[in-house]
Every structure is written in structure tokens, then in C-alpha cells.
């Protein structure tokens, strides 16, 4: 049928950029090629990205999707050129749920922060004069740094971009290379990101205005009523706890937990509580509608296991074991944000997380998680009585794995 009498609804296409950055996968967007009615917060711009991932999906594979049924992959960025004098882009991102039909817009993706600088020089987003002098006259390659302002969290990000010319003498993002991340399978060029100044200058790193607590658990399932934790906002809000507590080692793989359904509801018991603890939630109730943030982690002193690629790390490579839960499953490497958190916490004399990487004044900690390895650097003080993260570094890779258009159905929306 045609006209009016038309029964189906066609699909439309929009520009779109699927890349990998760090260990996760996402759908980048500029803002301006959306269309205008999901240029601005609200459910159009929500429907469109959960059909462009493929969610809600019930039998959470996301197969009508750009997603791929892990909390790793279901997750989309928005890019805009920055307005402001002291950034070139502006990020936004969108952590899309499988199952249900929801984005959390409360915090940032770090792992997928790696691609943006990229994916802002290629969308044409960063001043190309900027772009142009990142290279000296009498070399072949150099640094572009790119300034993000990162939208969900009101930060800045600065992402060290490697750029090369071409056979035509034209700067472009280097993305091949032989950096190695663990989580990864290929080697790519290595991406460093600096965030600055991730907790607010007028609120407390630790929210309850301690290093560790007591932490009320009573109901959780758990041995006991109460455990030791630290709870921290860098990065993202997360909950440290000791892995002999929850009664693991530190070296579980996503087998170990994700496949034990009594197990993932007291996690998500235990990180409902936390959030309720660290003032994020009012209720328990209320972490259904949040379940990117708080995290939930717990960490043990440095010992021998194999990976989930089955490479082995030793005691000696590491200063301790992390492991974390996305999205209610453990993560197969680390969430970017988490390693964030980790860093400050790492760097700051007296939490769980510096007594479990042997304590002391650190700078830098190189941590297992279920890949392998990653290497974290910070600078905490306390600054009137309230501990803040000055700046916290890590390496990343990035990626793009296809540039073209995405097809969604236009009544989707």
C-alpha cells in the first residue's frame, strides 16, 4: 500500500560511528545529525537510542541492535562541539539497559572516553588549526590534546591523541600500533586520559566523610551484619569491600558469578544498601531505576591466578586484585570509571584499597582484574578537611570499527 493507507512504518538513517574504546563498545553520534526532536533530553531521544542498541531486549542478546547483550557493548555517546573557551567537545553518555527500557544518563563511561578525542577529530568537532599544530613542522606525528567536557558528570577529561600525516600531508588520528590492553585482543596506539579534578572541590571524596566504615549489611545475606568498606565518588560512586569478606578470593572470573543467579541478587542487595549509605539512594527501591551507579567492587592483596584469556598473572606484576560489578554482572576487565575510583582510592593513605596494594604514600598502582593487568596513577589531598582527587591518569586504546549510517524504524521513536 502507498500514501495514507500505508500499514508499516519506513526507517530512517542517521549518521552514526560504531567504535571500541578501551574495553567496551558503543554507537557515537554528533548531536546535530540526530533527529531534532532527540537532539534534547526526553523520551524521543531515549526510544531512538535503546532501538538503535536493540533494547529492551527479553532475550538479552540485543540481536535487532547495534548492543551485544553485554553491559560492556549497550552503551551510546553524543558529541557536540563545545560552546566554552577551555574545551573543544562536549560528551555525553548513555549506559542503555538490556532487558528494560532505560538509559542511565548519571555518570560517565571511561573506557569509551578513550574514543571520544578520536571520534570528535574525525567527526570534525576539534578546531582544525588545533588539530594542525599538534604536529611540528619537521615531524611525521605528534600529540592532539583534546579538552572533553564531559556532560553526565560536569568534568573535564583531557585525552592524548596520537596523530600522524598522510601520503597527502594531512593530519589524521593514528589508531593501529602496538600498545597492548588487556581486555583487548589486538594492539592499537596508546591513548592516554587525564581526568581533572574528579570530585567536586565543594564535596568530600569519601561521603560519609570516612576512609572506611562499618558497613550495616544486615539483610544482605551475608555471614555477618557488617563488614569493612570504603566508599568513594571519583570517577564514579563505588563501594570497596575486602573479597574475603563476601567470602571471594579476588581472582573470579565471570564464570565464577555471573552464572549464579542467588549470588547476583546479594550483590545487588549489598550495592542497594551502599547506595543508600553513600547518600545516592533515599530507598533500597531506588537502585532499580540506577543500576550504573553505585558500583560495587572488592579487592584483595596481590596474588598468582590465569586470566580469562588464559595468560597467567603473577604475584610480582601486581600490587593487588580487583574485581567489579557492571550492570549486574562482574566485568570481564575493569570499567574505566572504576579504575578511576580504584586510582584515588589506591593513592590515599588508609582505605581498603591502599591496605590491599600494601599501604603506604602511593602514586601509582598496577592492579589484576579478570583480563590481566592495568596500571592507575592519582593525586589526593585534603584540601579543608575534605579529601580531593587532583588528577587521575590511565592508558586506553581506540578504535573505529565502522563509519556509515544506522537504520531505525521511524515509529521507534
Known amino acids: 500500500m502507498t500514501g495514507s493507507n500505508q500499514l508499516f512504518a519506513p526507517q530512517i538513517s542517521i549518521p552514526a560511528t560504531y567504535m571500541r574504546g578501551g574495553t567496551s563498545k558503543g554507537t557515537f553520534f554528533k548531536l546535530s545529525d540526530l533527529p531534532e526532536r532527540c537532539q534534547v533530553a526526553g523520551e524521543a531521544r531515549d526510544n531512538f537510542l535503546l532501538r538503535v542498541v536493540g533494547s529492551p531486549d527479553p532475550y538479552g542478546k540485543q540481536i535487532d541492535g547495534l548492543g551485544n547483550g553485554s553491559s560492556s557493548t549497550s552503551k551510546t555517546v553524543i558529541l557536540s562541539k563545545s560552546d566554552g573557551p577551555n574545551h573543544d567537545v562536549n560528551?555525553?553518555?548513555?549506559?542503555?539497559?538490556?532487558?528494560?527500557?532505560?538509559?542511565?544518563?548519571?555518570?560517565n563511561c571511561g573506557n569509551l572516553t578513550a574514543a571520544v578525542g578520536a571520534c570528535a577529530i574525525n567527526m570534525g568537532l576539534v578546531d582544525a588549526e588545533k588539530i594542525a599544530n599538534s604536529?611540528?613542522?619537521?615531524?611525521?606525528?605528534?600529540?592532539?590534546?583534546?579538552?572533553?567536557?564531559?556532560?553526565?558528570i560536569g568534568k573535564t577529561i583531557i585525552a592524548h591523541v596520537p596523530v600522524y600525516k598522510d601520503a597527502n600531508n594531512q593530519v589524521q588520528v593514528q589508531e593501529t600500533g602496538d600498545f597492548e590492553l588487556d581486555g583487548v585482543t589486538f594492539p592499537a596506539a596508546e591513548v592516554k586520559i587525564e581526568f581533572i579534578d574528579p570530585v567536586d572541590a565543594t564535596s568530600d571524596m569519601f561521603p560519609t566523610g570516612n576512609l572506611v566504615d562499618d558497613f550495616d549489611v544486615l539483610g544482605c545475606g551475608l555471614d555477618t551484619n557488617s563488614v569493612k568498606a570504603t566508599f568513594i565518588s571519583a570517577g564514579i560512586p563505588t563501594i570497596f569491600m575486602k573479597a574475603e569478606d563476601l567470602g571471594f578470593t579476588g581472582t573470579e572470573l565471570q564464570g565464577d558469578i555471573n552464572s549464579?543467579?542467588?549470588?547476583?541478587?546479594?550483590?545487588?542487595?549489598?550495592?542497594?544498601?551502599?547506595?543508600?549509605?553513600?547518600?545516592?539512594?533515599?530507598?533500597?527501591?531506588?537502585?532499580?531505576?540506577?543500576?550504573?551507579?553505585?558500583?560495587?567492587?572488592?579487592?584483595?592483596?596481590?596474588?598468582?591466578?590465569?586470566?580469562?584469556?588464559?595468560?597467567?598473572?603473577?604475584?610480582?606484576?601486581?600490587?593487588?586484585?580487583?574485581?567489579?560489578?557492571?550492570?549486574?554482572?562482574?566485568?570481564?576487565?575493569?570499567?574505566?570509571?572504576?579504575?578511576?575510583?580504584?586510582?584515588?582510592?589506591?593513592?590515599?593513605?588508609g582505605t581498603l584499597v591502599n591496605e590491599a596494594a600494601g599501604?603506604?604514600?602511593?602514586?601509582?598502582?598496577?592492579?589484576?582484574?579478570?583480563?590481566?593487568?592495568?596500571?592507575?596513577?592519582?593525586?589526593t589531598e585534603q584540601v579543608d578537611g575534605r579529601w580531593q582527587a587532583k588528577k587521575v591518569s590511565m592508558s586506553r586504546s581506540a578504535r573505529r570499527i565502522m563509519v556509515g549510517e544506522v537504520f531505525v524504524p521511524a515509529d521507534a521513536f
Open 91 to 107: 560528551y555525553l553518555f548513555g549506559q542503555v539497559n538490556i532487558a528494560k527500557p532505560m538509559i542511565d544518563w548519571a555518570g
Open 135 to 152: 604536529i611540528d613542522d619537521n615531524a611525521d606525528s605528534g600529540i592532539c590534546e583534546v579538552c572533553i567536557w564531559q556532560e553526565n
Open 260 to 349: 549464579d543467579d542467588v549470588l547476583l541478587a546479594k550483590l545487588e542487595k549489598i550495592r542497594a544498601t551502599g547506595g543508600v549509605a553513600m547518600g545516592l539512594f533515599k530507598d533500597v527501591s531506588e537502585a532499580q531505576t540506577s543500576q550504573h551507579i553505585p558500583k560495587i567492587a572488592w579487592v584483595g592483596a596481590a596474588q598468582s591466578y590465569t586470566s580469562s584469556s588464559g595468560k597467567s598473572v603473577n604475584t610480582g606484576e601486581i600490587d593487588l586484585v580487583v574485581r567489579a560489578m557492571s550492570m549486574g554482572q562482574l566485568h570481564h576487565a575493569m570499567m574505566g570509571t572504576a579504575a578511576v575510583a580504584i586510582a584515588a582510592a589506591a593513592t590515599t593513605k
Open 359 to 379: 599501604g603506604g604514600n602511593l602514586s601509582e598502582v598496577r592492579f589484576g582484574h579478570p583480563s590481566g593487568t592495568l596500571l592507575v596513577g592519582g593525586k
